[in-house]
């Protein structure tokens, strides 16, 4: 469920930053940010990019990719456009049945967004809910 949910935030993403066949990747148009964010055809052709850090960044895939890539696009709660980090938005991942029923039932939890580079903090996300 959490990743139908991720998959059309990713999409409405997709829709709001103007992506085009044309272009291999497309600059973010929030607030003076330079954020860069591939296109689902380039990452189809080409891969996920990878930053300065070695870590690979770009739009959830979907079905299209068996890997996600490290930071993946999001939109935060204040509409800025970045990316979270993969291990975030997955959570702790449960050890026994419990404590997945347990998993299932948290309420929603706020991660940080960062800039391309992995480091920078540019705002917040809402997983779940």
Not at 4 to 22: D, E, K, P, R
Not at 35 to 60: A, F, R
């Amino acid at each position: 469920m959490r990743k139908n949910h991720f998959i059309l935030a990713v999409t409405s993403l997709l829709l709001l930053v103007g992506c085009s066949q044309q272009e291999t990747l497309t600059k973010a148009e929030d607030n003076a940010s330079d954020l860069v964010i591939p296109t689902k055809e380039s990452v189809s052709k080409d891969g996920y990019p990878t930053n300065e850090n070695g870590q690979t960044y770009g739009p959830d895939m979907g079905e299209l990719m068996l890997d996600e890539p490290d930071l993946i696009s999001a939109i935060g709660i204040d509409g800025t456009v970045g990316y979270v980090k993969k291990e975030d938005l997955n959570g702790p991942q449960p050890k026994t049945p419990e404590e997945a029923v347990k998993l299932n039932e948290a309420k929603p939890r706020e991660i940080p967004m960062y800039d391309v580079d992995g480091e920078n903090i540019i705002g917040k996300f809402i997983v779940g809910g």
